[in-house]
């Protein structure tokens, strides 16, 4: 396991203000500053956590979708997606907490064919309307089957930087990484209607690993 490079500045930060605060502490209380410092070390702790990059062996994949983030899945169902694929899809939300693992994959293998970042606001990740209205990113893959998939990166309540690496034009591979969200998010993945299934409601997921649905051939 490794530390994502997104976590290089907070982490440094943290242990800067760790270091301070453990001083002044220590200062003003003697050895009562343990009662401060323990809790701060914790909380630095978490923070080194949530910035690990788990060594993972991912699969080729050429007609299956991979789980794209670390999380639960809180939502299968059709809806219009009037951004890119402006017809009747199927969307497959998964729910990343702060404690997940929170590097963002291709769900799907092809080519980056759009990309576009949207401010907005910071509704909490599970409510239905932060896939529009909240800061989100939106990609879309033409895949090895012919067919569009779109997903989206959005932003939770806490989650207020969202980094996205994938460029029109790149080369998709299915578990790879795109980008990174940073503390708790949503990832929505939009299908072809057809699309089989292979995960429920309430299902944890591991990104770039798990097998969630399977496209049919365009």
């Known amino acids: 396991m490794t530390l994502h490079r997104e976590g290089k500045g907070t982490i440094i930060v943290s242990l ?58 809180v939502m299968i169902k059709e809806v219009e997606e009037d951004e890119v694929l402006k017809t009747k899809c199927l969307q497959i939300s998964i729910f990343m907490s702060p404690l997940n693992v929170h590097i963002c994959r291709y769900p799907v293998t092809g080519k980056v064919s759009y990309r576009k970042y949207h401010a907005g606001k910071y509704l909490m990740a599970w409510n239905e309307k932060s896939s529009t209205e909240n800061e989100r990113t939106t990609i879309a893959v033409d895949t090895l089957t012919n067919q569009k998939v779109v997903f989206r990166q959005i932003a939770g309540y806490v989650a207020r930087r969202i980094v996205m690496y994938s460029e029109v034009g790149d080369d998709a ?11 708790g998010s949503r990832m929505d993945v939009f299908l072809p209607i057809g699309t089989e299934v292979l995960c429920k409601i309430g299902d944890i997921t591991t990104g770039g690993i798990d097998v969630i649905a399977k496209l049919k051939n365009a």
Not at 40 to 64: A, G, K
Not at 175 to 181: A, D, M, P, V
């Open 16 to 73: 800067l203000v760790l270091t301070l605060l453990s001083a002044i502490s220590h200062f003003f209380l003697g050895r009562y500053s343990v009662l401060v410092t323990l809790p701060l070390l914790i909380l630095f702790c978490l923070v080194v956590w949530f910035f690990r990059v788990p060594n993972r062996n991912i699969s080729e994949h050429t007609d299956t979708v991979v789980a794209p983030v670390d999380g639960k899945v």
């Open 173 to 183: 591979k299915a578990g790879h990484e795109l980008g990174f969200i940073k503390f």
